[in-house]
C-alpha cells in the first residue's frame, strides 16, 4: 500500500508540473502554434532624408561639402591637404599667433614625429602661409 500511494503522490507531482508549465485539459503539455504576428517580421523603412541612399541592405549618405575656414591665400591648399588630414581648418587658425621659427618647428614636427603627409619643398610655403595668417603680425 506504501507503494501504490507513492505512485499516487508521484503522479500528482507530475501532473501538476504539467499544469505549471501550461497544459491543455488532458494533462498534456499544451504547444503553442506560431501566429502570424511572431512568425512575420515586417521592416519599416524610417523617413530617410535626401542625403542617404539605399542600395539593397547597404545605406550610404552624402556629406555636406564644407568651404574652408582658412583665409584665401598662397599655400591655403597646400595647408588643407596637408595640415587639414588631422587638424580642422578651425582648430588651425585657433592657434596663438607664432613666430616663423615657430611654425617652422611645429610643422617640422608634424612631419618627423606625426609623419604628416609634407613634402620637404613644401615647409617654406606652409609656413609662409601660416605665418600670414597666423603670425605676430597677423593680429
Not at 127 to 136: K, M
Request: proline share 8%.
Amino acid at each position: 500500500m506504501k507503494r501504490a500511494l507513492f505512485i499516487t503522490i508521484g503522479t500528482m507531482l507530475a501532473a501538476a508540473a504539467a499544469l505549471s508549465c501550461g497544459s491543455n485539459n488532458n494533462g498534456v503539455a499544451a504547444t503553442t502554434a506560431p501566429t502570424a504576428s511572431t512568425t512575420t517580421s515586417t521592416t519599416t523603412t524610417p523617413n530617410l532624408s535626401s542625403d542617404v541612399h539605399t542600395q539593397g541592405s547597404i545605406r550610404s549618405i552624402t556629406l555636406p561639402e564644407l568651404q574652408p575656414e582658412l583665409p584665401a591665400g598662397d599655400g591655403q591648399k597646400l595647408v588643407l591637404i596637408a595640415c587639414a588630414s588631422c587638424h580642422t581648418p578651425q582648430y588651425i587658425m585657433h592657434q596663438p599667433p607664432l613666430s616663423r621659427e615657430a611654425w617652422t618647428t611645429s610643422v617640422n614636427k608634424m612631419r618627423t614625429t606625426y609623419s604628416a603627409p609634407i613634402k620637404e619643398e613644401n615647409v617654406k610655403p606652409i609656413v609662409d602661409y601660416l605665418v600670414a595668417v597666423r603670425g605676430p603680425q597677423s593680429n
